[in-house]
């Protein structure tokens, strides 16, 4: 703690003349606080998040398809067939026809209150809307049904109601809203300071966090993103909540069953299938569990790092993770860092190489070329063969776009970010050719 001296020309405080003034000060301001104890106020400004609730017996029956339209926000990611779909947050997906990258065609857009995360099997998409699960039969996306709703999957997130009010146990928070508030309120003219205070508003962003996973088991499964919270293996769904793994088993796709809720460690953020393990993505460090018995995943290892956000993907014997500063990440440390563990003895991850970078969020490796989203600071692109000088063998930097997740889809490279969702030609990964753009357009 710093100590605070004061200046060498400080007054002595133990003349009696000084004590004269004190005393006469002190009486001037209990004058001035009795005239106005009951006058006194303070303005206070503040930003608040407040929930946006919906009667489960409504969520249903707002799920719905609709005609393409403008994005307005961009979340998860996700690729299926000729498809790529976009949420956007707390309001549903985007579906874009992407048969031809260089103009993708944004065909319909699926209304799902509180949705943040999604995965596919094959023709059933599955769906969070809030505190529970949907599966949606999206063989004709502008025509979506609902096959079953599967409630308080993610419990977390159900509104129990408020002192008062016990009706409101029947809503669902499916989203929030963010409001600025200024008011005046009452002060008190005698206190130190400004007479006001602060109110601190925790942001949940635990459905923020989506991981390029590049499923390879057996089934018609999409592609989803490196910050995912959901993905498919076999015939499981996995959903990571903030301290498990939700296994959900899809057997019969349109029927999903719930499965097992294996713990994990706080703050579980991503999740990333790799042949037969999941390597989990939490705000301290990376998880491995075995998934060779998929009803019921196993822990092996962990190693830690410092605290931040922290996206993991894997290919060979390395995994590589990204690690951020920022308010959503909770963290005080100026830490922006991509870190490669060696995984090739499971139960011993070792970290072999830190390199720093500016502010690193999702990420994807193809064929030893590596991508990374630097949100404000773009995309870059490395040749990750020798992983001990990633940096010494940058490819590509897009700088001007924001990025914040990829999905490389064997040529093609899908990238998202605040501003719209880019795609690029990476079959020649030192000469990337700029294909399409759809762009973010904010409402005026």
Same mark, same amino acid.
């Given at each position: ?11 002595d ?5 000084l004590?004269?003034?004190t005393l006469?000060l002190?009486?001037? $301001?209990?004058l001035s606080?009795?005239?106005?104890? #009951?006058e ?8 608040t998040q407040?929930?946006v609730?919906?009667?489960? /017996?409504? +969520? ?9 339209k403008? +994005?307005?926000t ?6 299926k067939?000729?498809?790529v779909f976009?949420n956007?947050?707390?309001?549903g997906i ?30 059933? +998409?599955?769906?969070d ?9 999206? /063989?004709d996306?502008a025509r979506v049904?609902v096959k ?7 419990p977390?997130f ?5 002192? &008062?009010?016990p009706?409101?146990s029947d809503?669902?928070?499916? $989203?929030?809203?963010t409001?600025i508030?200024t008011e005046?309120r009452?002060a008190?003219?005698?206190?130190s300071g ?8 925790q942001n949940d962003?635990r459905n ?11 089934g018609?499964?999409?592609t989803?993103? /490196?910050m995912?919270r959901?993905?498919?293996?076999g #015939?499981?769904l ?6 498990s ?5 899809i057997t019969?796709?349109?029927s999903?069953?719930?499965g097992s809720?294996?713990p994990?460690s706080?703050?579980?953020e991503?999740i990333f299938?790799?042949?037969?393990k999941?390597? +989990?993505g ?7 569990y ?7 995943p196993k822990?092996i290892?962990?190693?830690?790092h410092?605290?931040?956000?922290d996206p993991v993907?894997v290919?060979g014997?390395f995994?590589?993770v ?5 308010t959503?990440c ?7 860092q991509l870190?490669?563990? #060696?995984?090739?003895?499971?139960q011993n ?6 390199y ?7 990420? &994807?490796i193809d ?7 630097? $949100? ?5 692109v490395f ?9 010494q063998?940058k ?5 001007d776009?924001h990025?914040f997740?990829?999905?490389p889809?064997g ?11 880019y ?8 000469n ?11 409402a005026?």
């Amino acid at each position: 703690m710093e100590k605070k001296l004061l200046p060498t020309n400080a007054p002595d405080f133990k003349t009696g003349h000084l004590h004269v003034i004190t005393l006469v000060l002190y009486l001037l $301001g209990m004058l001035s606080l009795s005239s106005c104890t #009951d006058e006194c106020e303070t303005t206070v400004t503040y930003t608040t998040q407040e929930p946006v609730l919906l009667k489960r /017996s409504d +969520l249903v029956a707002a799920v719905k398809s609709e005609p393409g339209k403008a +994005l307005a926000t961009t979340g998860k990611i996700y690729a299926k067939d000729q498809y790529v779909f976009v949420n956007e947050l707390y309001k549903g997906i985007h579906v874009i026809n992407n048969s031809n990258p260089a103009a993708p065609k944004n065909i319909a857009f699926i209304n799902i209150p509180g949705n943040v995360d999604m995965a596919i099997r094959d023709n059933i +998409l599955y769906a969070d809307a809030g505190p529970d699960l949907l599966a949606l039969d999206i /063989s004709d996306p502008a025509r979506v049904t609902v096959k079953n709703h599967t409630l308080n999957l993610f419990p977390t997130f159900t509104f129990t109601g408020t002192a &008062g009010n016990p009706q409101a146990s029947d809503l669902l928070t499916v $989203g929030y809203t963010t409001r600025i508030v200024t008011e005046s309120r009452p002060a008190d003219c005698g206190s130190s300071g400004s007479g006001g205070f602060i109110d601190f508003v925790q942001n949940d962003t635990r459905n923020f966090a989506s991981a390029a996973s590049l499923n390879k088991s057996a089934g018609s499964t999409g592609t989803g993103g /490196s910050m995912a919270r959901f993905t498919i293996t076999g #015939d499981y769904l996995y959903a990571v909540n903030t301290s498990s793994i939700q296994v959900v088993n899809i057997t019969q796709p349109a029927s999903p069953v719930r499965g097992s809720n294996i713990p994990t460690s706080w703050n579980t953020e991503t999740i990333f299938p790799y042949q037969d393990k999941l390597f +989990l993505g939490t705000s301290s460090g990376m998880l491995i569990y075995d998934n060779s018995q998929p009803q019921q995943p196993k822990f092996i290892s962990a190693i830690s790092h410092f605290f931040g956000c922290d996206p993991v993907v894997v290919d060979g014997n390395f995994a590589y993770v990204t690690v951020r500063n920022g308010t959503e990440c909770r963290t005080g440390n100026n830490i922006n860092q991509l870190e490669v563990i #060696d995984i090739s003895t499971i139960q011993n991850p070792r970290r072999i190489k830190t390199y720093t970078m500016q502010n690193p969020h999702g990420l &994807g490796i193809d064929r030893e070329t590596l991508f990374l989203c630097e $949100g404000d600071y773009g995309l870059k692109v490395f040749d990750a063969q020798n992983v001990l000088t990633i940096d010494q063998h940058k490819l590509a930097h897009f700088k001007d776009i924001h990025a914040f997740d990829v999905i490389p889809l064997g040529n093609t490279l899908l990238a998202v970010g605040n501003d719209g969702l880019y795609q690029y030609d990476y079959s020649d990964p030192k000469n990337m050719k700029f294909l399409s753009k759809i762009p973010v357009t904010k409402a005026q």
